[in-house]
């Protein structure tokens, strides 16, 4: 079975580079000359023949004396290695000797075979070209470029004197500068004569990504991209090496806040049981980061969590993580896990390079069950004597709901409560905690218990001063609770219900209570009706009293007025204002409807009242048609009437009748407003308007109009034939024939 990975990751890695500047001596060529083609090209094609040369150039029309030029080419040629032959070159200078060589005395050399058949022959010149020749230690190959970027290497972690132990073979070098002329700026027929290299610069190339460092539990292995790679590693690389190189890269080791570096435990990887996962040093902020409900900090390494998450000073986290692991840095805690990191430089075997490589790591574990309640335990006894606040709140509710236990509200929230003597200030600081742990089903069955308690011993506190505050104290918790709002106000003014009830009602009013709220548990109605029905002063002040003291003032004005005493024996005055009667009944009803939806807390007394509303009716309706009636007398016709008694609306009829009557008499009898209807009648009958009939029966329409006035009195009975017969009389009276005839008689 495949070692368990503990971490993979890719770097790089350097690889020494040797640049040599050499300097490269060779022969120059040129192009092959008209005299030097012709003869190469004889020489060539005719290479057994026995003629002599001169003969052949006489042959072509070249003249004797132009001879000696093709002879000293000859010579040329044979020292540049061109041309081969058993006679010294001195000899085809001398014209004497040139006549007697034949074509076949001369041959081309390999060397002459191949720059002919390429155009071009040696000048004879050397020239020295100066070329960087690229030599890889690690592949042993040479090239007159680098293909990667590169960098001193004493830039590098491997330093100038690592290339004292490698072995460096550069004897390949002739071989690689004879096969790549071109390459280094010659041109393919010339040819290398020797060369020289100055001593090399230290070079070095890395490759992103280049090496893969592999962690198990047995040690670490590093792997490169190429079996070349690989081996120059393994045979010249040291793990101290390695290690040096990994912490000479800021993302290999551990610093705080302002980048200095931070000393970690050094610990053998046979130590790492337990771990969840490993990462490099730059991860910690990045694992910091994650999401969770606390997060815990030496505040070593400058790490922090995220803004979400609760948080502890440095000793408490200090004190927590110690008990974690003594090398714990931070630590991440949700309500079912609990990570903690350690900063360590881990020493592993190295079997591939036969030593011990360290390298920095972030070591991940995970609390198990027993450990994470412990932590939470503890947990709690940082926060059990800290005074409670939102962050707080969080943060014990936190712990509850992991723990699964309830009790710690209790044993928190008691504790908290204990530090204050008034019981209001506990009500505050008991809302203050149900924000913040209202949430849990355990919390509000704990809450209801100890908030009825604290509502029960406030209220024992209340007074006729303290009400508005108390109710100001109270009602958040009221409402928390889902006290009915009548229930409440019962508790809450039980205290001083022994009090005067007038004081009582305003002390609640004033604190804010609703009228209908206070009636439930001080019916002051009652009181206020009895006093309006026996006459006598409402003193309290409030605003319900106000609307009762209103109602009691109009009432006897009113009865005042009609000469009223008592609603059940009484006798009327006829001579009451009529325009006061109708303000001050206007003003009684608008103050009776005010009080009207009080009328269950003194219903027998309400219907007392609406007695004396039932004498008033009456009368307020009659005078209603009668001023009605007055204010266009004129308008009343016969057809008026008519509508009136064919809807049986005979009380109308009535009023209407003896208004007009009245008006219709004032004006032929030239009567003021003072004489009574009574006087009027008689004086129409002495001045022949009516007879002593129509007189006895007008009278009577009086009588029956004042009846109306006085529903006491038992009524004068009439019918409908009655009233027409008024009506026949009124509208004779004030028909114009006898209005034009009093008008003769009066003119004469």
């Known amino acids: 079975m495949d070692e368990k990975v503990l971490k993979q990751l890719k770097t790089t890695c350097p690889f020494p ?37 001169s003969d052949v150039l006489l042959k072509f ?16 040629l044979m020292s540049t290695d061109i041309l081969s032959s058993h006679f010294d070159p001195s000899y085809f200078a001398t014209p004497t000797y040139f006549k007697q060589i034949t074509i076949g005395d001369v041959e081309l050399t390999p060397k002459g075979k191949k720059m002919f058949q390429d155009g071009a022959i040696p000048t004879g010149a050397e020239k020295v070209k100066v070329k960087d020749i690229y030599y890889s230690p690690v592949t042993r190959k040479f090239d007159v470029e680098s293909k990667v970027p590169y960098m001193s290497l004493g830039s590098s972690f491997l330093g100038d004197d690592f290339m004292d132990h490698v072995d460096v073979d550069i004897s390949g070098m002739e071989d690689y500068i004879n096969a790549n002329g071109t390459k280094i700026g010659l041109k393919a027929e010339e040819r290398v004569v020797s060369f020289e290299c100055e001593e090399p610069q230290k070079m070095h190339t890395r490759k992103e990504e280049g090496m893969t460092i592999i962690i198990r539990p047995s040690g670490a292995e590093f792997k490169f991209d190429t079996t070349d790679e690989n081996a120059f590693f393994n045979k010249y690389y040291t793990s101290k090496l390695m290690t040096e190189g990994l912490l000479a890269k800021n993302k290999y080791k551990f610093v705080d806040e302002k980048k200095d570096i931070v000393e970690v435990p050094t610990v053998s990887i046979n130590e790492l049981t337990n771990i969840t996962n490993v990462y490099i040093p730059d991860d910690a902020q990045k694992q910091a980061s994650r999401p969770c409900k606390f997060f815990f900090s030496k505040n070593r390494l400058g790490v922090k969590g995220v803004e979400t998450s609760m948080k502890l000073d440095v000793e408490d986290s200090t004190a927590l993580l110690n008990d974690l692991n003594s090398n714990a840095e931070f630590a991440l805690l949700d309500k079912s896990s609990l990570k903690y990191y350690s900063p360590l430089n881990v020493a592993m075997p ?13 070591v991940e574990r995970t609390a198990d069950e027993d450990v994470l309640k412990q932590i939470l335990l503890k947990l709690y006894d940082i926060y059990h004597d800290e005074t409670f606040n939102a962050e707080i709140g969080k943060a014990i509710l936190f712990i509850v709901e992991s723990l699964k236990d309830s009790n710690y509200f209790e044993k928190y929230s008691a504790n908290q409560l204990s530090k204050y003597n008034s019981v209001d200030e506990q009500i505050d600081l008991l809302l203050k905690m149900n924000s913040s742990f209202k949430t849990s089903a355990d919390w509000n069955e704990y809450f209801k218990a100890v908030g009825t308690d604290l509502v029960t011993n406030s209220i024992k506190e209340i007074r006729l001063d303290n009400m508005i505050y108390k109710n100001t104290v109270l009602t958040p918790l009221k409402n928390e ?23 009582v009602y305003q002390a609640l009013e004033t604190a804010g209570f609703e009228t209908n709220q206070i009636l439930g548990v001080v019916n002051v109605v009652e009181t206020y009706m009895d006093k309006i029905l026996n006459d006598e002063s409402i003193s309290a002040d409030t605003s ?3 609307k009762f003291r209103t109602v009691s003032i109009n009432l006897w004005n009113l009865n005042d007025m009609l000469g009223i005493e008592s609603y059940s024996e009484y006798t009327l005055k006829e001579d009451f204002n009529v325009d006061e009667f109708f303000n001050t009944y206007s003003t009684l009803k608008t103050a009776i409807k005010s009080i009207e939806k009080h009328s269950k807390f003194a219903q027998d007394k ?10 008033y009716e009456p009368i307020h309706e009659l005078l209603a048609i009668e001023r009605e009636a007055s204010s266009h007398p004129d308008k009343i016709t016969k057809k008026y009437i008519d509508d009136y008694i064919s809807k049986g609306r005979f009380k109308n009829a009535i009023c209407e009748l003896s208004v007009k009557l009245q008006y219709d008499l004032r004006e032929l009898l030239k009567a003021d407003d003072k004489t009574e209807a009574f006087e009027l009648i008689n004086m129409a009958e002495q001045e022949k308007l009516i007879d002593s009939k ?38 004779e009276i004030g028909g114009s024939k006898w209005v034009n005839k009093y008008k003769l008689i009066t003119s004469t």
């Open 17 to 53: 580079l040797l640049i040599y500047k050499t300097s490269v001596k060779y022969n120059e060529v040129r192009k092959a000359s008209g005299i030097a083609y012709i003869l190469l090209d004889l020489i060539q094609k005719e290479s057994d023949s026995s003629d002599k040369i």
């Open 350 to 362: 190295c079997e591939q390079l036969g030593d011990t490589f360290e390298m920095q790591l972030l």
């Open 606 to 615: 309400y219907n007392n009242l609406n007695k004396y509303l039932e004498i």
């Open 481 to 503: 609770l889902k006290i009915g709002t009548q229930d409440y106000v019962k508790i809450f003014a039980e205290p001083v219900l022994s009090e005067d009830q007038d004081l």
């Open 544 to 546: 319900l009293a106000d």
């Open 61 to 76: 029309g070249i003249p004797a004396n132009l001879h000696y030029i093709f002879g000293q080419e000859i010579a040329n």
């Open 694 to 731: 129509q007189c006895s029966s007008l009278h009577k329409l009086r009588k029956i109009r004042n009846g109306f006035q006085h529903p006491e009195k038992e009524q004068i009975q009439y019918t409908k034939a009655d009233i027409e017969e008024w009506r026949d009389i009124v509208f």
